[in-house]
Structure formats: structure tokens, C-alpha cells
């Protein structure tokens, strides 16, 4: 046998030494039977605790192999996907594991925010109801509650949403987000100042997150406020973004930034950045090449606005780029 082997069985009776005992002590006295859906969250909650989501699947097909009937998969393979952000596979586990346990308020949730980031609002703004009518302390459940309701466009839904969670919650975490989310309410609803109040806010209770600078850069872009927008955007790249697509929204918006500056190198910096983190952004081939133009590099502005109307579809833009294309030949001729 070899050491690989060794380890993988000393693991297996590890997790299912574990699982009996959990299902041992849970025995209820009066002698009714445990629901399935019980054992989904102490299975689920082993793996978490005790080896990887990989591990945690062999556990759980051995003991679905050892336990007639049993249909632990469920509620653990939901999270998996979560996990894994394979959002729609995760909402359909997540319907097996309800239709076993419809009160369980964790798979309720968990469903409620998949269907939210696969763009399922309406179903989400469901589901999270459900849940914070049954436990109205969920206070992760206003965020993602409220998010949905901004999405879908029910601006003032989700101000009620964000509100309440920030009535009822005294976590710092928790309300920056809650303060960051119903800022940006704000902002669509055109209150810049109430935005920029709630923005201060979420800087207050958490100074190290970046979204809430992000904001506050954009809500200066729009007001022409662009030296602290660049500003504003600089510190939430230096603290961090959570994904490639935050932090090209933020280069993206600080390059424009820098353009009405008149700083066109360091636009141009920002959008090649931007591009290596989200390529298929057709429109920040304009920017740069109008960047370039600006600069009197025509060369590189005909390959990147050649480049942006091979792809393009913004109606006000293609016409713009051809205009400068033109315009970048004259003078190429005229040298």
C-alpha cells in the first residue's frame, strides 16, 4: 500500500469516525428518527473543518454508498458550488436539499444569494425575504437582500433593506458594507451628498476597505471633482480590491480621470492595466487610443480605435473614433 493510500484511509475513518459520533450524541431521547437534512449540515460542516471540499465529496459518496437511501449530497453539494461560484448547478442542489427541509433557513439563504449573483433577482429578493421573516438578525441576508432589490431596480426596496441592517447590526464589517451598498442608492438616485455622507460612513467603520474609496472616486468624477477622484480611486487600489473586475472598474474610471487632466500617459498606463485584467472591455480601446492621439502618437491610436471598431457597439463612440482616425491619417500624411 502505498503512503498516499495510507493517508487516504486514515482520513476516510477520521471523517467517518467524526460523523458517527456527531450522529450518536444527537440521538434524540424520545427515539424519533434524525431528518436527513440535519445530517446535510453536520456533514457539510466536518469538511469545512476537517479536510478539503474534495475530501469532504469522497466522504460523502462513501457514505452514500454504506447509508441506504441516504441523500446527504445535497445541502453539501450546494455549497461546494457555491463555493466553486458555480452559481445555477448551485441553486439546483439547493432545491433538493429544500425539498427535503424546506425550513432550513441556511440552504434558504444560500439559495437566495446564488440566484443573486447568477442574476436572478427576482427569485432572490424571494428567497432572502423568506429568510429574514423567519430570523430577522440575518444581517448579511440585508446586504445581499438589498443588492438584489438595486439590481432589479427598486431603488427604494433596497434602501428599506440597507437601512434596517444598519439599524439593527453593530458589527463594523456589516455596516461598512451596508453603508457602501445604500450609497450607491444614492448615487443612482442622483443624491450625491447623501452618498457621499454614507461613503464617509463605510470609510469610518471599516478604513481598510476599498469599494467605499472606489465609490467616493466615482461620485467625484461625476461632479468634476477629477484631482480627488484620482485620488480617492489610488487609495482604493492601494488597499486592495476583491477581484479582477473591481479593479479594473477602478483603473478604468481613474483613467478617465486622468484624462480630463490632461494626463494622458498615465491614462494610458491605467487602461493597458485595465486590459490585462478584463481584455474583452472593447471600449477602453477608444480611451487609449484617443490617449495616444492626444499625445501624437498616431500610430498606436490608429492600431487601438482599428482594434475598437472591429468589436465595437457603442453607437456614440464608433462614430467618434472614425472622426479621429481620420484625423490621426492627416496628419500621418503630412509629416
Known sequence: MSRTECVGIKGLFGYVGQAVLILALSLPASGDAIHPASFYSWLHTLAANNGSPDSGRWLEDYLSSIIPGAVVQFGYD???LQEAGRWIEAVSSYDRALALDPGNLDYLSGRGFCNFRAGRYE?????????????SLRIGDYVTLGRAQSENGNLNEAYYWFTAGIEMSNDADELSDLYFYRARCYRLAGDYASAHSDLDQAIDWDPTAALPHSGKGELYYLTMR?????????????????DDESLADVLFHRALSYM???????????????????????????????????????????????????????????????SILGEAEAFRQQR
Not at 226 to 242: N, Q, R, W
Not at 271 to 292: C, D, K
Open 226 to 242: 477629477d484631482e480627488e477622484a484620482v485620488e480617492s480611486f489610488s487609495k482604493a487600489i492601494e488597499l486592495g480590491l476583491e
Open 123 to 135: 427569485s432572490a429578493v424571494d428567497d432572502l425575504t423568506r429568510v429574514l421573516a423567519m430570523d
Open 260 to 322: 480630463e487632466l490632461r494626463e494622458y500617459d498615465q491614462a494610458v498606463v491605467d487602461i493597458t492595466e485595465l486590459l490585462r485584467h478584463s481584455p474583452g472591455r472593447v471600449n477602453a480601446y477608444y480611451y487609449r487610443g484617443l490617449s495616444y492621439f492626444c499625445q501624437g502618437d498616431d500610430e498606436h491610436c490608429t492600431d487601438d480605435l482599428e482594434h475598437f471598431l472591429q468589436y465595437a457597439t457603442d453607437p456614440q463612440l464608433i462614430p467618434e473614433a472614425r
Open 78 to 80: 450546494a455549497l461546494y
